[in-house]
């Protein structure tokens, strides 16, 4: 499974994987609730937009299909890039599609027109383009070129902000006012967006190979990321030290990355990716009768397991409660 994000809501979830489908799941129940093929190679990333109407999702095909959720078909394909295509994400109204490539351009497709031609292409990355993340009016891009570059739409505006090492993921504060960026000398850096200046670091994991996404908890008190070694890893955002970790291997001797994470926009509540797994990680708030989970009859659909676990608010000890397994 190469990507997990929870929708808008944060009531279902969807995931990316190498058998070229798109799912649509309830992670709070383990349920599968539909399946979207389109895509010739592995799918990249995916996401909903801010009705849930629509998907959007992208791969190593080199397409970005924009999805209607309840036909579960494509609506437009777009193939303007001409290498694989790393990332995607709406804007805040679900009206564009932006998406990043490995031939080193963010492109911008309008959802509501008939054009399969970008309106706007962004060139300024001399190298891949790994990670996109948009506010109201903004869009942050990161770059293996070692760069974190802030577009300002209503201005017309960029800045770059240089790091040690390849960027491999950004995300907004829920303020908009900082980037977090993760690089692969394995720390990540908060940087504020106006100035530039690196306001903490973050380190204590292992990310010098891969493409390790980052998040932030839903009220900005806590530093998320996956690691190399299998570990999920929290810290302060203020202090910067590392306060908790989850192990998320399925097996003792197991080394396969978390390279994939999202957090719960209001509750205490992270998917994670492990190989063919996903995990739910839960706070006590959430342990109720609708989150037993088991559903009978469905496990011949799960072609991506999933894991759910119950778990203490962050950042305190984390245990895994429940499994689901393809039979």
Request: with cysteine; hydrophobic share 30%.
């Amino acid at each position: 499974i190469r990507s997990v994000r929870f929708n808008v809501a944060g009531e279902y979830c969807l995931t990316g994987g190498s058998d070229k489908s798109v799912r649509l799941w309830n992670p709070h129940s383990g349920f599968p609730i539909k399946t979207y093929m389109g895509h010739g190679q592995e799918v990249l990333d995916a996401v909903s937009s801010v009705g849930n109407t629509h998907l959007g999702s992208c791969g190593a095909d080199k397409l970005v299909i924009y999805w209607d959720v309840a036909t579960g078909a494509p609506v437009r394909k777009y193939r303007s890039h001409t290498g694989r295509v790393n990332c995607v994400e709406f804007n805040e109204e679900g009206t564009l599609l932006i998406s990043g490539s490995y031939d080193a351009t963010v492109r911008i497709f309008d959802c509501k027109s008939r054009r399969y031609e970008p309106v706007q292409t962004l060139t300024e990355a001399q190298d891949s383009v790994s990670s996109i993340a948009v506010s109201d009016h903004e869009i942050v891009v990161g770059s293996i070129d070692c760069r974190v570059r802030v577009y300002d739409i209503r201005m017309g505006q960029m800045h770059a902000d240089c790091m040690p090492e390849s960027v491999t993921s950004v995300s907004f504060t829920r303020d908009g006012q900082c980037v977090l960026a993760s690089s692969l000398d394995s720390t990540l850096r908060l940087v504020d967006k106006n100035t530039g200046q690196v306001l903490c670091s973050y380190s204590g994991h292992e990310n010098s190979k891969y493409s390790i996404e980052n998040c932030l908890s839903s009220k900005d008190t806590h530093v998320i990321s996956g690691s190399e070694d299998g570990r999920v890893c929290f810290w302060d955002l203020v202090e910067g030290k590392l306060v908790h970790t989850i192990n998320c291997q399925k097996a003792k001797d197991d080394k396969v990355a978390v390279e994939s994470l999202s957090y719960h926009p209001k509750q205490c509540c992270l998917l994670t990716t492990c190989g063919d797994v996903v995990k739910v990680w839960k706070g006590d708030d959430w342990k109720t009768a609708q989150d037993t989970g088991h559903i009978p009859g469905t496990e011949e659909k799960r072609d991506h397991p999933v894991l759910v676990g119950y778990v203490p608010d962050c950042p305190r000890e984390m245990t895994l409660t429940k499994q689901f397994r393809k039979i």
